[in-house]
């Protein structure tokens, strides 16, 4: 399991509701004004669908030089 996928796991179990109120102290903490309900919904499946795609995609290839022949 790479850095990647750890992450995306992380993202996706800080989506789950009883997470929420955490989350809410975490951004109030960093100086951000308090949300509404439907920006922190917004702001929690944007979480989600992050953090599973960061879990299901395959890994990105580097550039590899193979000359043309």
Known sequence: MNPRQMLGIFLVLFFLPI???I????????????VGELKFLGISIFMLV?????????PIKGFESNPVE
């Open 50 to 58: 992050i953090g599973l795609l960061m879990i299901f995609t395959p």
């Open 19 to 21: 997470n929420g109120p």
């Open 23 to 34: 989350l809410r102290m975490f951004m109030e903490s960093q100086g951000m004004a308090p």
